[in-house]
Structures are given as C-alpha cells and as structure tokens.
C-alpha cells in the first residue's frame, strides 16, 4: 500500500523550497519519527510552511470536478475510487494535510493528485514509507531568450 502526506505549502514559500524539497521530506519524516517533545517544535515548523486546507471549498471542488467513479462517504468523511483494474484509492481530508493511500495500479492515486493539482498549485505529496516526495504541480520557469 503507497500512503501519501500531501500537504498545502503556502504559496510565497513554495518557491522559496522549489528544487528543495528534501528539506520539507527531512522535516516531515522527523516530525514522525520523534520523541514528543520535538514534534512540537517540528509541529510549529510545519504550521510555518504550510496553510490549512480550505476544507468547504476542496470538498466544492472535488464534487463538482468529480470523476464520477469517487464516492464520497459523509459517516467518514472520506473519498473512495475503485477502478475497473482493481485500483483502489482513499482520500482523508483532513485541516492540515491530506491523506491518500492507494493499493493496485498508479492511475487510482493519479486521478486524485490531478485533482488536486487543479485545485491548488502548491500541493506536496510526500511518501514517508519509501521516501519519495515531490510536487503535485511543478513551477514552470519562464525563460527569457
């Protein structure tokens, strides 16, 4: 099972950790592998280079932008896709960070990313289990001839 933090960086920030983005890994994988008392100063951190989810408006935009195979389930709170493949992805709305987890092939978690790469261009997706991370949008330097 792949299992991604996806987290809302804000926006003047993410420039600022574009091409750096081990440094945002380092961070989150330290804030979940630390003893309490820093987690609270990594915590801190975190609410520095983050900005919560704006939760009604991405719950909007999932519903109205939605493939119709997403099932959203009100009791959890959840957003569920099954593909025809066996592909299966769920998606945890949560105020700081998202949680999606994914089984099966890659297109289940790439239709959820797409969405929400359309949403907010400074989405990081990181994966703490196997260390992969990296942006939902990449930023497109304008080059000058």
Do not use: C
């Amino acid at each position: 099972m792949r299992e991604y933090k996806i987290f809302l960086i804000r926006e003047p920030l993410s420039i600022e950790f574009y091409g750096k983005e081990h440094k945002i890994y380092q961070l989150v994988h330290e804030f979940y592998y630390s003893t309490l008392e820093l987690k609270k100063i990594i915590e801190k951190q975190l609410q520095y280079i983050t900005e919560p989810i704006p939760l009604f408006e991405l719950h909007t935009f999932i519903r109205k932008m939605n493939p119709l195979q997403i099932y959203y389930y009100e009791e959890t709170g959840e957003y569920l896709l099954e593909l025809a493949d066996g592909g299966k992805a769920q998606l945890k709305i949560y105020p700081n960070e998202l949680l999606l987890s994914a089984t099966g092939t890659l297109e289940s978690e790439t239709i959820f990313f797409e969405l929400l790469r359309k949403f907010r261009s400074t989405f990081l997706a990181i994966d703490v289990k196997d260390q992969r991370f990296g942006w939902l949008r990449p930023i497109a330097y304008q080059k000058y001839i």
